[in-house]
């Protein structure tokens, strides 16, 4: 198959209510090489992981406090609307919704339009919900206690990706705080690989 020109197939232009554009005019990549897709079908390479299950718990727990905070600042600050929710509590400290609940909250503002691009960095409005995304994956409650073990680059991604957040919400406080988190999850990340020393 190497070396072929792609092959493009043309359909019926007849329109139909559920057609997405996959069903039109499109063409199919030639296959890869067999060496090539053996290469990409061995073992992934071991992620180092150099912090412990206690550390991570620690990590990700400062992560969403900070979070929850820099969210409760920015609703109170510009006074957004918080729905009330019957079988939620209501809404007196940062702590009473987790950071879960705050990016889903800045989201839905976000896209219902109530969120002006001037309250962020730069006006980013559109990049908002995207960046909230990015921090979402972090595991942010106390429940959370049998989460499996994250890779290094894992945990400082999240750590970045919370920077990202207090900088698009405009709060100096935070990020200084997620800055110093992630150096010094970084230097201990670069001491255990230095010295080898067990977690």
Known sequence: ???????AYVRSQRK?????EFDGPHQ??????????AAKDQPF???PMSLSSEEQND???RLNEVLSNCAFDFVARYQFPIPVEPEKRLVITPQDRDWTEWVYLLK?????????????????IKQLVTVLENSLDAPCTASHQSRPLKDDRSVLQFISAGTQV????KD??????????????????QDRRWTGLPI
């Open 1 to 7: 198959m190497e070396g072929q020109t792609p092959v």
């Open 172 to 189: 100096a406080a935070a990020m200084g705080h997620l800055d110093r988190l992630y150096s010094q999850t970084a230097n201990c990340i």
């Open 28 to 37: 199919l990549l030639n296959l890869p090489s067999p060496r090539s897709i």
């Open 166 to 169: 207090a900088r698009m919400l």
């Open 59 to 61: 990590i990700f727990g």
């Open 45 to 47: 390479p071991v992620l």
């Open 108 to 124: 839905r503002l976000a896209t219902k339009r109530r969120i002006p691009a001037r309250v962020l960095h730069d006006n980013q």
């Open 16 to 20: 139909s209510s559920n057609r997405d």
